[in-house]
């Protein structure tokens, strides 16, 4: 089943405390980005990969780093958390170069840091 | 701030009715205009996309029309069910370099039985 996989589901942790959330698609999409959700601000991209080695910063990118050492995983880093990052994450792949290949979305993130 | 104005934010329809989305864009070098569906707990999914060179796109009760001069367009749901009750995100992307997608604000729909 192709699919997106993002984990942990849930995490509540406190500030300053380094976390590491995994995403991993099993379709070899080239094209993975992150996305945080807001009440109100809709989904705002973090960060982008368009391949291996090759990431760029989204529309919200401080305080999260981001790194594509393989093709199917994307992780999202946030190195020192803070209470402002509290939000749902969405982690999407697809196939690069065909704009009307619809981004498949993880099941999201929810992440509370207190 | 904010590429792709969307309203409204909350929307209650009765079966049967017909509830319709908006939303405004700036950026005329946007050529892809795509709507997401989201239940709770899960990512959105595409639901219906369209292009400029086209004004209306039909797929089963789910219709985008779309006016490029007025740089708007909607979402209408036919004969709308329970089930469709979610949050739609509609977005809009540049189909050339980075294919960024940007999202609306979203608009829950709650559709009464």
């Known amino acids: 089943e192709a699919q997106v996989t993002q984990n942990p589901r849930y995490l509540i942790t406190v500030t300053g405390k380094k976390l590491t959330v995994t995403c991993s698609q099993n379709m070899n999409h080239e094209y993975m980005s992150w996305y945080r959700q807001d009440p109100g601000l809709g989904l705002r991209q973090i960060y982008y990969s368009m391949n291996v080695e090759v990431t760029d910063k989204g529309d919200v990118p401080e305080g999260y780093k981001v790194s594509r050492k393989e093709k199917r995983n994307f992780p999202l880093i946030l190195e020192s958390p803070s209470p402002n990052q509290t939000s749902l994450y969405f982690c999407?792949?697809?196939?690069?170069?065909?704009?009307?290949?619809?981004?498949?979305f993880g099941d999201g993130t929810r992440l509370s840091i207190l | 701030q904010q590429q792709v104005k969307q309203s409204p934010q909350s929307l209650i329809v009765q079966k049967g009715g017909i509830p319709i989305i908006n939303c405004a864009y700036e950026n005329t070098a946007f050529d892809y205009f795509p709507w997401y569906q989201q239940f709770p707990g899960k990512g959105p999914a595409l639901l219906i996309a369209?292009?400029?060179?086209?004004s209306e796109k039909k797929e089963g009760r789910f219709t985008i029309s779309f006016n490029k001069s007025a740089k708007q367009f909607s979402l209408h749901i036919m004969d709308s069910q329970p089930g469709d009750s979610a949050t739609y995100f509609c977005?809009?992307?540049?189909?050339?370099?980075?294919?960024?997608?940007?999202f609306g604000q979203g608009t829950r729909l709650t559709i009464n039985p």
């Open positions: 999407a792949s697809r196939r690069r170069g065909q704009f009307n290949q619809p981004q498949h």
């Open positions: 977005a809009a992307s540049i189909t050339q370099g980075a294919q960024k997608l940007v």
């Open positions: 369209i292009r400029p060179d086209v």
